[in-house]
């Protein structure tokens, strides 16, 4: 069985500093790991992926995520926080040799203040 | 672009009654997903489909069912609605080129059984 944890509900930055969404995961095997941004009454929007290779991951609208095997965690980060990154932060994971299916965090609520 | 489309961003239903939530995709993705989006519990998923005419339940696919007739359209059945039902729907399909594929999300339909 796969799972992912998000251990906060929410996280409170201030506009210009650095951000960090954090998230830890649970599979069988070797990982797949996503994470996906969700605006108000909206669908995900995809932002970044970890297959292989490099374990800092570079992705959409500045933000990354840095693999880390031994603690099985996949952290968001940003170098400087915008008031428009608030939003709903969700990470993923798939075996790579389990279902097809993503099975999501709970979801962590970033709340950027200006 | 990848465009899924959910028929409805909200729909109100009455205890009892059948209802359909319909999901197109237009990217001929072999892979089709429903999930729901509850405040807390992030995305569970309902059931999922890899080709026409299959599917497989995901975590929680009591007192739903599904349907795919046609490879780019998926459709989520709630045989009898009930208010435990209220939610959000999310529809998701991705590639057939392997496992490491990101999923593409619909807007989300907002259910109220009332």
């Known amino acids: 069985a796969q799972s992912v944890a998000q251990p906060e509900d929410q996280v409170n930055v201030a506009e210009g500093n650095p951000l960090t969404v954090k998230c830890t995961y649970s599979v069988s095997g070797n990982p797949y790991l996503f994470w996906y941004v969700q605006y108000p009454n909206r669908g995900l929007q995809f932002l970044l992926k970890?297959?292989?290779?490099?374990?800092l991951v570079k992705g959409s609208y500045g933000f990354e995520a840095e693999f880390n095997k031994s603690q099985t965690s996949f952290h968001l980060k940003k170098p400087s926080a915008l008031v428009s990154d608030s939003a709903l932060y969700f990470c993923?994971?798939?075996?790579?040799?389990?279902?097809?299916?993503?099975?999501f965090g709970s979801g962590t609520r970033l709340q950027v203040q200006p | 672009d990848v465009k899924v489309t959910q028929s409805s961003r909200y729909l109100v239903k009455r205890t009892g009654e059948k209802v359909f939530l319909e999901c197109v995709q237009d990217?001929?993705?072999?892979?089709m997903f429903w999930y729901r989006q509850d405040p807390g519990l992030g995305l569970r998923l309902i059931y999922f489909s890899y080709d026409v005419k299959m599917k497989e339940k995901g975590d929680i696919p009591e007192g739903y069912s599904v349907s795919r007739e046609k490879k780019e359209r998926f459709s989520l059945i709630l045989e009898s609605a009930s208010t435990n039902q209220t939610s959000m729907y999310l529809c998701?399909?991705?590639?057939?080129?392997?496992?490491?594929?990101?999923?593409?999300f619909g807007q989300g339909t907002r259910l109220t059984v009332v």
């Open positions: 998701a399909s991705s590639p057939p080129q392997g496992m490491n594929t990101e999923a593409f």
């Open positions: 970890y297959i292989t290779g490099d374990n």
């Open positions: 993923a994971v798939r075996d790579r040799k389990g279902r097809r299916a993503l099975t």
């Open positions: 990217m001929d993705h072999e892979n």
